[in-house]
């Protein structure tokens, strides 16, 4: 089995050429293809270059994996798990196939179904970072203390994919309302990606929520990065007088 979460990833690295200059269009090119559309926030596009690389190839575990994220990050929680299992007859060992299917019984409010499926996860010897941030998204649901460590641990483990695994860790918390600590997160995946729009879209919601007067400027990147995103235009219009207008708004 090929692990591609060994594979530098760089935003504007070049790709491999045939004779004539175009690309050479093999699991390793949809691969970096749907990082890039992930860090722009583009989960359907990330999908459909994860979809591709399954028919270069059914044995890389990350198009599996990655197939099953961008469906939950697309709704699908179902069939994500549906997914998951497929991948399961293939990588039985792999934690991280049970820890997608924690997250998305999760979002799916199946709390006593993600519980099962995460403490499979985190039970198995080769748990890795998706793992533990996996945990502690349940844990977070479940409103235990533990879920601050678990998302911790996912960082310390994250090695080369450190950069992604603080975005995520950082969506999680701004989801739970955390804003200053995602924006820590979010400081360095933006220092290691300082071309995600997806990132300071996400940096720029934060600040909007603190009161910040940099939010504006922040979304703003996020727009100039991916030009017509929705998600960052409507963010930008309600932070429009900055911070003196929410606070006197108030």
């Known amino acids: 089995m090929a692990r591609f979460s060994q594979l530098e990833f760089d935003e504007a690295g070049p790709e491999r050429q045939i004779t004539g200059g175009e690309p050479v269009r093999d699991a390793a090119y949809f691969y970096k293809e749907a990082i890039r559309s992930q860090l722009a926030g583009d989960f359907e596009l990330a999908l459909r270059n994860y979809s591709r690389m399954?028919?270069?190839?059914?044995?890389?575990?990350?198009?599996?994996?990655?197939?099953?994220?961008?469906?939950?990050?697309?709704?699908?929680?179902?069939?994500?798990?549906?997914?998951?299992?497929?991948?399961?007859?293939?990588?039985p060992q792999q934690p991280e196939l049970f820890a997608v299917k924690a997250i998305a019984c999760c979002r799916d409010l199946k709390m006593e179904k993600a519980v099962t499926y995460s403490d499979i996860s985190v039970n198995k010897d080769n748990t890795t970072s998706r793992v533990w941030l996996a945990r502690a998204e349940v844990m977070f649901d479940r409103k235990s203390s533990i879920s601050v460590s678990c998302l911790s641990k996912a960082v310390s483990m994250a090695g080369k994919e450190i950069g992604i695994i603080r975005l995520d860790a950082a969506r999680l918390l701004r989801q739970k309302g955390s804003y200053s600590a995602a924006i820590e997160h979010l400081n360095e995946a933006?220092?290691?990606?300082?071309?995600?729009?997806l990132a300071w879209y996400e940096l720029g919601c934060c600040q909007a929520e603190l009161g910040y007067s940099e939010a504006r400027a922040t979304l703003e990147q996020s727009l100039k990065l991916r030009p017509n995103w929705k998600k960052a235009k409507t963010a930008m219009s309600k932070c429009k007088g900055g911070f003196f207008r929410r606070l006197f708004g108030r």
Request: charged share 25%.
């Open 54 to 91: 399954l028919e270069e190839n059914k044995t890389f575990f990350e198009a599996w994996l990655g197939q099953a994220l961008m469906l939950i990050e697309l709704g699908e929680c179902n069939e994500a798990i549906v997914w998951a299992d497929k991948a399961l007859e293939l990588f």
């Open 190 to 197: 933006i220092r290691i990606f300082p071309k995600s729009a």
